[in-house]
């Protein structure tokens, strides 16, 4: 592969959720360790994705995703030929649940591990650590140089340019840039891999305008076949970053 994940371990450890959806409290979790991509997915490591033949092998697909897939005749991701959304190593955008797991299916193939997409909770214990900070960069409000957010660029940066944002494990770009997809359903906090209801999605975007948006403990469901739509620019905010499973 072009550029190789970067792969954190995340040790073991407590992580606490907020309510909403499936909680109908606030709820700790203990997580076993895990392995956490280093920062989201890129434009040029989806696209060896799509060069692969990812949009066309019915195997990295769950059920609903292939149906989508067909019906809506996708063999790319949606802004893939926008030139304000594809640099090399800026994160991919306009990718549904669906899009995105297919690509962490065809990833475990490749490298023979098991990579799929994060839990919530795997994700905010990455971003979150032992402390129980706000945000993965500590108790500070976003500041310029911790993450690309209230449009100070306006459009979606490279995933390494933000170091001074790292979480306590030193997973980057956790907040702000791109919304990331996680596994977890909203209603059900399942985490079987059909797409039948809507999925959460998990630190805020270039577009965020509240530092609310971007806390490691904000919990945002959507749509899993949403891939958001050309017409707003402020929509162009969802990505992702994959997990694996040792």
């Not at 809506?72 to 030139?83: C, D, I, L, M, V």
């Not at 050309?230 to 694996?244: C, E, L, S």
Request: glycine share 8%.
């Amino acid at each position: 592969m072009n550029r190789p994940h970067d792969w954190v371990s995340i040790p073991a450890g407590p992580v606490t959720l907020a309510a909403g959806g499936y909680l109908a409290a606030i709820t700790t979790f203990t997580l076993p360790p895990f392995a956490l991509s280093r920062y989201p997915v890129t434009n040029t490591q989806f696209g060896e994705f799509i060069t692969a033949g990812g949009y066309t092998d019915n195997r990295w697909w769950c059920a609903h995703g292939r149906a989508l897939r067909q019906k809506e005749r996708w063999t790319e991701s949606r802004y893939w030929h926008g030139r304000d959304w594809n640099a090399p190593d800026c994160p991919i955008v306009g990718i549904s649940w669906y899009e995105a797991l297919a690509y962490c299916r065809w990833l475990s193939q490749e490298t023979g591990q098991t990579i799929t997409l994060p839990t919530e909770q795997q994700w905010q214990r990455a971003a979150q650590g032992d402390d129980g900070r706000y945000y993965p960069w500590g108790n500070m409000e976003p500041e310029a140089t911790h993450c690309n957010w209230h449009r100070q660029v306006d459009e979606t940066t490279p995933v390494t340019q933000y170091p001074h944002g790292a979480s306590p494990f030193g997973v980057m770009d956790m907040c702000g840039n791109v919304w990331e997809w996680c596994l977890t359903g909203w209603q059900s906090g399942l985490t079987e891999v059909d797409g039948r209801e809507p999925c959460l999605l998990r630190g805020g975007c270039w577009s965020s305008d509240s530092p609310l948006s971007l806390r490691v403990t904000n919990r945002s469901p959507q749509d899993p076949n949403t891939r958001l739509d050309p017409a707003y620019r402020n929509h162009v905010t969802v990505g992702f970053r994959p997990v694996w499973l040792a």
